[in-house]
């Protein structure tokens, strides 16, 4: 019923950048808040940044200054420009959604396929 369909990711060299990309589709009454999750090697999934409807975005202390994310509510969009790369932000990034499919059911959570970001010379 519905789809986070990621782009974006691959190999960067430290202090390279990247962008990646998230499209909904499908089922989407309304979307509560997109953003994005990563999970490094051998930890846990961990919240990067993520924006409500009409709200401002929030970001993990370790990405401030480095990351943006924007979201495009017509598109149905959620991006996140990652500059200044560094070793340590090298994990699987997951698109993560809140979406409700009907007006008389509750949001839900959807989450992507992951996509790849290794950072490294």
């Known amino acids: 019923q519905v789809q986070l369909v990621e782009s974006g990711g691959g190999l960067v060299q430290p202090g390279g950048s990247l962008r990646l990309s998230c499209a909904a589709s499908g089922r989407l009454a309304s979307i509560n808040a997109m953003g994005w999750y990563r999970q490094p090697p051998g930890k846990q999934r961990e919240l990067v940044a993520a924006?409500?409807?009409?709200?401002?975005?929030t970001y993990a202390d370790s990405v401030k200054g480095r990351f943006t994310l924007s979201r495009d509510n017509n598109q149905n969009t959620v991006s996140l420009q990652m500059n200044s790369l560094k070793a340590e932000d090298t994990a699987v990034y997951y698109c993560n959604a809140l979406i409700r499919t009907s007006w008389w059911t509750s949001p839900s959570n959807y989450w992507g396929q992951g996509t790849q970001v290794t950072v490294s010379s």
């Open positions: 924006i409500t409807s009409g709200g401002s975005p």
